[in-house]
């Protein structure tokens, strides 16, 4: 019997060099990148919010004499808030304060209310050529700004009676009406139309299925259309100076003109009067801004 030969050290079969495996590599980490110019941006951004209002908070803070001399920027010692109660004295603030109140509320429930319905009707009936040109026409308007119109409404207003706050709220809402309709209309297009029906054939009507389904839904826009009313009444100057007649029922910014005729040296007691009168606007945004951008971004998605 012939044995048979193994493969001795000398003869043994390697594997060729390329077959070996590849060392492993460490794994990259995942995490999302960070965007240095977007940052630096918006960091230069927000110093042009952050530093003015530092400016106003110490200002409101010294007295006349360091206000009168020294850098704005250093901080009061000591401390002043009698500047707080000057202002409100000057301003007759509580009135003042109430006035403005009205008029926002009135401006944002009147621009949320008829806004919403207005844009449904011309959403859910965009086949028929009468809402298609009311929404073109709407639109148009948002290029005619307040100051082309302005002598026409102080005229038209005071013939009607309405050189009072209550106007002045009529026209915020008038004016405000052709870009709400467009986020309003743009919003309901993404709402699908199997829930109308749905709420029809359970015996809804067109007004019970807006009310009880529609409205609800719409509350991102809401908060957004809200917001942004607020923010055009609350800080409105040229309007309320234009219509109101009667000085006593001045708003807050038009009766903050007075440190601009009396007291234009006394920047302490302007600035009190300005955090005063910004404190309302910066608390209603803290609340509704997270429902801003989600009213927006979702109306421009279909």
């Known amino acids: 019997m012939t044995a ?15 077959a070996k495996a590849a060392a492993p590599r460490p794994a990259k980490p995942h995490g999302p990148r960070v965007n240095w110019t977007a940052t630096i941006l918006l960091a230069i951004g927000s110093l042009t919010v952050i530093v003015p209002l530092y400016f106003a908070v110490i200002m409101s803070l010294k007295s006349d ?57 011309i959403a859910r009936n965009w086949t028929h050529k009468l809402f298609k040109w009311s929404y073109i026409y709407l639109l148009a ?16 207003t005071a013939r009607l009676g309405l050189d009072n706050p209550a106007g002045v709220a009529l026209l915020h809402i008038l004016f405000g009406m052709s870009f709400n309709i467009l986020l309003y209309t743009a919003f309901l297009r993404s709402i699908p139309y199997e829930l109308e029906e749905s709420a029809r054939i359970d015996g809804c009507t067109t007004n019970q299925t807006f009310w009880k389904l529609i409205f609800p839904l719409l509350a991102p ?3 957004t259309v809200g917001i942004f009313a607020f923010l055009a009444s609350w800080n409105d100057f040229m309007m309320p100076s234009l219509i109101t007649a009667n000085p006593a029922l001045q708003s807050i910014p038009v009766v903050q003109n007075i440190f601009q005729l009396k007291f234009a040296s006394n920047y302490n007691v302007s600035f009190s009067s300005y955090l005063m009168a910004m404190a309302p606007t910066v608390i209603a945004y803290v609340f509704a801004q997270r429902w801003v951008m989600s009213g927006v971004t979702r109306g421009a998605i279909k």
């Open 141 to 156: 308007a948002m290029f005619i700004p307040f100051p082309v119109v302005a002598l026409p409404q102080v005229q038209l």
């Open 65 to 121: 004499q360091q206000a009168a001399s020294g850098s704005g920027f250093t901080w009061p010692s000591p401390v002043v808030f009698e500047n707080f109660r000057t202002a409100w004295e000057l301003t007759n603030f509580p009135r003042a304060f109430g006035i403005s109140l009205g008029i926002t509320v009135a401006t944002v429930a009147g621009e949320i209310v008829l806004c919403s319905l207005a844009a449904y009707a």
């Open 4 to 18: 048979i030969d193994r493969p001795g050290p000398s003869t043994a079969v390697r594997a060729p060099a390329h």
């Open 221 to 223: 826009m809401n908060a």
